[in-house]
């Protein structure tokens, strides 16, 4: 068989699934650490249940992410995981979904593990969103989740120091009230979860700001102000109500 011949047949069979988001539906990717409990637990002596470095690791590789060719309108990392909100109009790759499943997950793999030294990588999943609202209630979700996660993950690691072993930890912690977990955290581990770091209970926002620049025009060789564009990385985000507002206004902004 000719090789022209053989290439068509077999492209066939390579493409014959491509799935392409819709024209105008939002894409968020959510990335994800694989086996990251083993990774930061028993390979790496991380700080349970936060880490400065480990958050650093995943604040580089959201960075690297959201300045790799695509059109990132904000990112956002919390735990091992990592969401970015793409521009409603971004059409790299003819938005083929296994195609933004694979970079990401890889580009998202290289950079933390450069980072971290060692070996980490990271699946990827792609959500089509049908409207802004959804976006919005998508990063809720996560801020929220966050938020959550972070006063149980407080509580086990308060009991655990206090002699808990892993079963009686998670145990004492299953169907508690979310005041009764403040109230174990004050007395089992002497600490206010009111006063634990934003970007541990929000998470860490990553969007684009403008600056103006001193600059000379080329042409006159004129002092003139010219406008650039710098990525801020926000260790402090607000919660629900307030949250929604931020990621409507990033989203009002981009249009
Ligand atoms: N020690 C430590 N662990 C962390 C930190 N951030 C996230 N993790 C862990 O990362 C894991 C993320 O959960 P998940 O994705 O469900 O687990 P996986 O399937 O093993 O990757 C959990 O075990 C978290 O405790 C950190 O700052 N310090
Ligand atoms: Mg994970």
Redesign the pocket.
């Known amino acids: 068989m000719k090789f022209d011949d053989l290439d068509k047949k077999m492209r066939v069979y390579e493409t014959a699934h491509d799935h392409c988001v819709m024209p105008e539906v939002f894409m968020v990717a959510r990335i994800?650490?694989?086996?990251?409990?083993?990774?930061?637990?028993d390979v790496?002596d991380?700080?349970?249940?936060?880490?400065?470095r480990?958050?650093d690791c995943?604040v580089g590789a959201t960075e690297h992410l959201m300045a790799c060719g695509l059109r990132v309108i904000y990112g956002y990392t919390q735990?091992?995981?990592i969401s970015l909100l793409f521009h409603r109009d971004e059409s790299s790759f003819g938005r083929k979904v296994r195609k933004f499943n694979s970079v990401l997950a890889g580009e998202a793999s290289a950079k933390f593990s450069l980072l971290l030294g060692d070996l980490g990588a990271f699946d990827c999943r792609i959500i089509q969103l049908p409207n802004e609202d959804r976006v919005v209630d998508y990063f809720r979700w996560r801020n929220e989740d966050a938020h959550r996660?972070a006063l149980n993950?407080h509580c086990y690691w308060a009991l655990r120091r206090q002699g808990s072993g892993v079963r009686n930890a998670t145990e004492a912690l299953s169907g508690m009230s979310v005041p009764d977990k403040n109230e174990l955290l004050f007395t089992k581990g002497n600490i206010n979860f009111n006063d634990l770091p934003n970007w541990q209970k929000r998470g860490t926002g990553l969007y684009w700001g403008t600056y103006l620049k001193e600059a000379t025009n080329p042409n006159t060789g004129d002092s003139v102000e010219a406008s650039r564009r710098r990525l801020k990385i926000d260790y402090d985000l607000p919660m629900k109500e307030e949250y929604s507002s931020f990621i409507a206004s990033l989203l009002m902004q981009a249009s």
């Open positions: 994800d650490g694989r086996g990251f409990t083993r990774l930061t637990k790496h991380f700080e349970a249940p936060f880490d400065v480990f958050r995943m735990s091992d995981e996660n993950a």
